[in-house]
T-cell receptor, first 110, second 114 residues
Framework: TQLLEQSPQFLSIQEGENLTVYCNSS?????LQWYRQEPGEGPVLLVT?????EVKKLKRLTFQFGDARKDSSLHITAAQPGDTGLYLC??????????FGAGTQVVVTP | EAQVTQNPRYLITVTGKKLTVTCSQN?????MSWYRQDPGLGLRQIYY???????DKGDVPEGYKVSRKEKRNFPLILESPSPNQTSLYFC?????????????FGEGSRLTVL
């Protein structure tokens, strides 16, 4: 059973479109991280959010942590082919343990 | 260059033949961990280590062993591999800040057990 549910599992869009990926849980997390994984490589950290309601922006990527610290979203504006990858959310519980979601595969076609 | 290095990157073996996947990091991280990644299941933790000589089971430890004799190395041992251990394995490390900080991952080791 996945503690963190990511949706959708797969997303295919055209270059220039916007997309949102969701990460939901019934548990409260002390912090939440988003990683991106490209084929043949390990995941790479994009952002860490720690405060309920926090919004962080990284160029065209906007990350939000839910007020109750149980959910998060990643929004990409004007997606580019370089945004293609597997997006993973990971939450740290009160014991310091990190749990990963199953990931959302994003494909951006030119 | 700061990195986590895993070897081998690809391995095909047969049931029951012991194998070791090595992992080394050059960032002086206290925390190291092994994950397996399977389609639809995401990253599942096998074992982790908070420091030298301190290891603990993750969520899916059955069939695996680890050791942490030096800070930089954290090998994963499959004493008697079985086909259900066919997977993509990742080693990761981080500073321990009371919770897991940024995890730095290796490039992965794809293991096939026939």
């Amino acid at each position: 059973t996945q503690l963190l549910e990511q949706s959708p599992q797969f997303l295919s869009i055209q270059e220039g479109e916007n997309l949102t990926v969701y990460c939901n849980s019934s548990s409260v997390f002390s912090s939440l991280q988003w990683y991106r994984q490209e084929p043949g490589e390990g995941p790479v950290l994009l952002v860490t959010v720690v405060t309920g309601g926090e919004v962080k922006k990284l160029k065209r990527l906007t990350f939000q942590f839910g007020d109750a610290r149980k959910d998060s979203s990643l929004h990409i504006t004007a997606a580019q082919p370089g945004d293609t990858g597997l997006y993973l959310c990971a939450g740290t519980d009160s014991w310091g343990k990190l749990q990963f979601g199953a990931g959302t595969q994003v494909v951006v076609t030119p | 260059e700061a990195q986590v290095t895993q070897n081998p990157r690809y391995l095909i073996t047969v049931t029951g033949k012991k194998l070791t996947v090595t992992c080394s990091q050059n960032m002086n991280h206290e925390y190291m961990s092994w994950y397996r990644q399977d389609p639809g299941l995401g990253l599942r933790q096998i074992y982790y280590s908070m420091n030298v000589e301190v290891t603990d089971k993750g969520d899916v430890p059955e069939g695996y062993k680890v050791s942490r004799k030096e800070k930089r190395n954290f090998p994963l041992i499959l004493e008697s591999p079985s086909p259900n251990q066919t997977s993509l394995y990742f080693c990761a490390s981080s500073f321990w800040t009371g919770g897991t900080g940024e995890l730095f991952f290796g490039e992965g080791s794809r293991l096939t057990v026939l």
